[in-house]
């Protein structure tokens, strides 16, 4: 894998997103057409985090799906460059298991490997790894629809 790290400025110019919707704060390497990491860090402070019965502040699991995604779609600009007027839609999301909760202080490197592209859509898997390197949720399939 090439060492091609992206900061959080740059990737805002490559997802239609900022604050507090841009949720992959850093890619840390990828290797066009085949894989990407990245890391999310978890602040305390985000607008939706949610506080639990112990009273821990703890990161939604579909937005840690969410980040899987933005990275599957940042792996994609990089592989192929921008389109005119494209847009990244969810087709499908199977095979999703959720492993461990995600609280604020984690910082959460993703991995998305994509398993088919073509000109109209692409299909990736993922796996998002808290800082002791556990797997707090996986996806079997996801389908990103090009228009």
């Keep these: 894998m090439e060492r091609n790290e992206i900061q959080y400025s740059k990737i805002g110019n490559i997802l239609p997103y900022g604050y507090p919707f841009l949720m992959v704060d850093r890619v840390l390497d990828y290797t066009r057409l085949i894989s ?22 703890q990161f939604p699991s579909g937005l840690v799906l969410e980040s899987i995604g933005q990275l599957a779609g940042i792996l994609h600009y990089l592989s192929f460059g921008r389109k005119q007027n494209c847009q990244y839609i969810l087709g499908k999301i199977s095979d ?52």
């Design 96 to 147: 999703v298991s959720i492993l461990s909760l995600v609280f604020a202080g984690n910082q959460l490197v993703l991995e998305v490997t994509f398993q088919k592209v073509t000109s109209g859509f692409f299909i990736a898997s993922g796996i998002a790894k808290n800082d002791i390197g556990r797997s707090v949720l996986t996806v079997g399939e996801l389908i990103i629809v090009l228009k």
């Design 36 to 57: 990407i990491r990245g890391l999310k860090n978890v602040s305390k402070h985000e607008p939706y985090m949610k506080t639990n019965d112990q009273g821990d502040k």
